[in-house]
């Protein structure tokens, strides 16, 4: 190297960044720095902060506290809008391009100043359409739909409008998720030139091999913190892993007291093409509590979702305590014995406009005559038994769902299901977004209904969570179920698992 | 706020309304007049039934003008013919049981938004009524007004009918599971499919259940005059949504009852009378239902953005 001027100060750097939603804490003081004409690596599970990071660095959330330097600016108050013009841009997993308009129209959109009256140049427009596409590789008209394009293509857009918008820095979001190899060696290419442009890129991924194959550098994020930035040459697969997971399950969690019992429902091979779910097969037993690990985007919301014949199976035998059960709706699913508690219950879980007692009896209409007269006393009853027992906090049966904690909304969500008499109780991300104590106090019901004989599986992507309340851990990646792990299994394996490693390598 | 503080506040708007008529115009009372707007109204009251169950599970329909014509000249010909009223009723709500099982079946059979599908019914049946009948008149036969009963009796019968119809509607809602569901899908449609209830069935029985009680309503309004005209019922689609948008029915769906909406009715409807009476020129009619719709839907605005900014 040549003994020149100091090295160029980096393009960005933060330091000590925190941001905190409500009690949550999703960052407790980062330190991240990037330099020009690298490819930063950005690693972590699920909920490690990746997303709030990346929101930060594009201005979509203000930091709490630390800063933000770019380019030797400390900034406060970055915004979306202040981000574009430093030069940061963000390419999602999704595109967010406008499908019914075309390539040069969406390029337009982003990159021409602004002005409600301005005249458009339409050659002009495609001119420099024509030239930002060759210059990412992309063979694209500048005429067609964005809608006829594939992912890829309209990746490739997205990036085109981030060389065009002179981004110095470039945040990519999992790129290579919906992307085959072919596609993917293009793409990396495409990353490659725009470092030796001197372009720093953020690239978050959960596939070690691409960090190996393009990253310079590589930051994890474990619970909000860093837990250390390294040149990648200078670790290894297991390495990361390791830094990934790195801690005890901290939490107290109430013990199992499963010895085994009935099997209760049993999956062979069960495939659901369009639900990309395959070849699944498991047995849960009553009392057991099974747990569904894996990272997002694995399949297992989509496992659950064929059980509940929300998208049915079309391959493989569903057994429900021996017999064969192929349920085509929720409706069916229901009368079966099956209830799921779905993942994003300020959707679909509790109805906001409706009171508490409405809301717990909702599914147990279906199962009723239409013409059933419904005894409100009796609702408001069983309302009263539920609020008790799963200790809802709230101000009656009869205030809407709205007003309810997060914890407690979920309580309801799962009162609703427990009012069903189910076999098969299915719990997609249970304590998501849940405080402590109500998450605590949710592990104890789970429990507890497991006690009683319930056959419970639990898709959940915190890990403490999975190793805590376990009797088996089934591991899914890329909508196969992998893996199956004893309870007593340790953070690393289930980690190595869900990321596609080989144990044995993990291990060593 | 108390969770029923639209259907209250209707009702007592309502009741100031009375009030002020008692005391400035007590000529309102007279038995006989007020009898007769009560039964004018009481095919619409039974027509708003249907709308409010439609609005509560989030759909529009828009056609009940053009299916009431319908029906009314389908049922008036039938009479003419000299079906008797128990064979003209019946067919009169299959004949409105039908369209609304046309519109059910675009809405939730094939998915397409209720307001541009009834939009065309309301076209297509208008259009075809028309085409057919030439803007001819149907005379009915005797016997049929009133029954071939006395007015008083028929008028009486014709409230009635209506009032059980709004009292079975009432308890239906929130009694029969049934009715539950019509909250569910129209809150979230998503949320009810996992609870497993079977949203677009949900949606179609709806459209079925107002275009029967169109096909009652327009059997109602026949006997109430020697001859039917095809333009009878133009301008019901208004008058209905309205009455069940001021009587607190959200028009984002899930929330509200046939009770609120009764309320909403009867205060539109003292609109015209009560002007009359107070000697106000009549041309401030339709200014004040519009200004009263407005206040109700600014209302259910102000409500939406306080339950948001409660818990969002």
Known sequence: MLSGPPPPPPLLTLRRAAKNFGGVRALRGVDFDLQAGEVHALLGENGAGKSTLIKIITGAHQPDAGEIIVAGRSLTGLTPSLAQQLGIACIYQQPALFPDLTVAENIGLRL?????????????????ALELLARVGANLSPEAEVRTLSMPEQQLVEIACAVGAGARIVVMDEPTASLTSREQDRLFTVVRELRSSGVGIIYISHRLDEIFTLADRVTVLRDGESVGTQPVSAITHAGLIKLMVGREVDQLYPPTEFTGGEIVLELRNVGCAAA?????????????????AGLVGAGRSELARVLFGLTPADRGEILLCGKPITPRSPAEAVALGLAYVPEDRRRH????????????????HARLFPTAWLKLGTERKLALDFIRDLAVKCAGPQAPGG????????????????????????????????DVGAKSEIHRIIRQLAKAGLAVIMISSDLPEILGMSDRIGVMRGGKLTTILPGQSDAHAVMAAALGQELAKGAA | MNRYFREISVTVALGLVLLVMAGFAPGFYQAQPLLSLITREAPTLVVMCGMALIIISRQIDISVGSQFSVCSIGAGLLAARGWPLVAVLPAAMMMGAAFGAFNGWLIA??????????????????QGLNLLQQGAFVNLPDGVQWFGLSQTVGQWTLVAAALSLLLACGLFMRHVAAGRWVYAVGTDAEAARLAGIRPHWVT??????????????????LVQSPQIQPLVGSGLELKVIAAVVVGGVAISGGRGNVWGAFAGLLLLACVSPALTHLHVEAYWEKAIQGMIILLAVVADGLRQRGLKGGHG
Do not use: C, H
């Not at chain 1, 406009?353 to 009896?361: A, F, S, Y």
């Not at chain 1, 007003?403 to 189910?422: C, D, H």
């Open chain 1, 349 to 364: 879980g509790v109805v906001l406009e409706l009171p508490i007692d409405q809301n717990i009896t909702m599914a147990i």
């Open chain 2, 204 to 221: 179609f029985l709806v459209f079925v259940f107002v275009g029967a009680l169109t096909g009652l309503a327009a059997t109602m309004n």
């Open chain 2, 109 to 126: 059979g094939l998915r397409l938004p209720s307001i541009v599908v009834t939009l065309a019914t309301m076209v297509m049946l208008r």
């Open chain 1, 403 to 434: 007003s309810l904690s997060g914890g407690n909304q979920q309580k309801v969500s799962l009162a609703r299901w427990l009012a069903t008499q189910p076999k098969i109780l299915i719990l997609d991300e249970p304590t998501q977004g849940v």
């Open chain 1, 112 to 128: 021409e100043p602004a002005g409600s009256m301005r005249r458009i140049n339409w050659s002009q427009r495609r001119q420099r």
């Open chain 1, 276 to 292: 990309g779910v395959y070849n699944v097969s498991l047995a849960v037993r009553a009392g057991e509590v099974f747990g569904l």
